[in-house]
């Protein structure tokens, strides 16, 4: 994006360093002191996946977040600036660069281990957020908690608001509440629940007016809204499934970009969206492998072929 140009989307959130370890099979010796795997650094959090994943399907983007000042926090600026991302609203945490560790198993699943530095304590500065902010499309929250206190300024510039909860296992925990109300779209992970329906009736009892996704893995997609809800199997493509690391931001992007950009139908972006996180599970874990639009449109078209 050229400096004079004006971002579709601001991504608010959380941006780091992941180290994802690969393990050679499902289980961690722990009896032992050492374990062979192969272990990759990249740009990550769900900040650094959506950031990336707006900018590879051609969405001038602009972020709102905290990097250190150090050596990790250095790559992050020029690697966004690279890219093109407005960097205008990076701001410093005096904890450092946040850090992330997923364990990675043989089947792509990960568990998580998350650093997030300073995030329960920093306080944004306003007009610089509102300056990225005004004459933006959408707006597409993560949840650190100071994130939370740009919800309200980011509605009354009239902003589309996106928030993905990321895993939820309580509908009511109170930590995410303020994100529910203040949404017009809502992400969420459900692959460890047997259905979404019970949190997709909980946040809609909550916030009438949303439209919610709720991704399960390989079993598909659960769409809810104040018409009822419906489920989208999980799509075949003949593709592997190695690393599911930011696959659920991936699916955020591109439904929210066909839906909210490109103003197509529901349906249409649901399979968007699934398109985009299929393509990132057979990418090891970089936010540079994020889909491209050329290579989202020939998905697409392979598809409906």
């Known amino acids: 994006m050229s400096a004079d140009q004006q971002a579709a989307v601001v991504v608010i959130g959380n941006i780091g360093i992941d180290t994802n370890v690969f393990l050679q099979g499902d289980v961690i010796d722990l009896i032992h002191e050492s374990n062979y795997t192969c272990n990759l650094d990249t740009i990550g959090q769900a900040g650094g996946y959506a950031g990336m994943g707006y900018t590879r399907l051609g969405i001038p983007t602009a972020f709102i977040g905290y990097i250190g000042a150090d050596p990790m926090g250095d790559h992050i600026r020029r690697t966004l600036e690279r890219e093109g991302i407005n960097t205008g609203a990076l701001f410093m945490d005096p904890q450092g660069t946040s850090r992330s560790i997923n364990l990675v198993l043989s089947d ?3 568990r998580n281990f998350y650093d997030g530095k300073s995030h329960m ?10 300056e990225v902010l005004r004459g933006v499309r959408l707006a597409h929250f993560n949840i650190p908690n100071w994130a939370r206190q740009l919800l309200q300024p980011t509605r009354e510039l009239g902003v589309t608001v996106a928030c993905d909860l990321q895993d939820v296992m309580d509908p009511a925990d109170p930590y995410r509440l303020d994100f529910v109300r203040a949404a017009d779209y809502l992400f969420f992970s459900a692959v460890n629940h047997p259905h979404p329906a019970s949190h997709i009736h909980a946040y809609l009892d909550l916030n009438p007016g949303l439209t919610i996704l709720a991704t ?3 079993r598909g997609v659960a769409l809810g809204d104040s018409t009822g809800i419906k489920t989208y199997p999980g799509l075949e493509l003949d593709l592997p499934v190695v690393d599911t690391s930011g696959a659920g931001d991936a699916f955020a992007c591109g439904f929210l970009v066909s839906r909210v950009l490109d103003g197509r139908d529901l349906e249409e972006s649901v399979m968007h969206g699934q398109v985009c996180a299929r ?3 057979a990418q090891r874990s970089t936010s540079e492998n994020m889909i491209t639009r050329e290579l989202l449109d020939h998905f697409v078209e392979h598809m409906r072929m």
């Open 108 to 110: 792509g699943s990960r």
């Open 121 to 130: 304590e920093l306080e944004p500065p306003l007009e610089t957020c509102l």
């Open 216 to 218: 399960m893995g390989a």
């Open 279 to 281: 393509y990132k599970c």
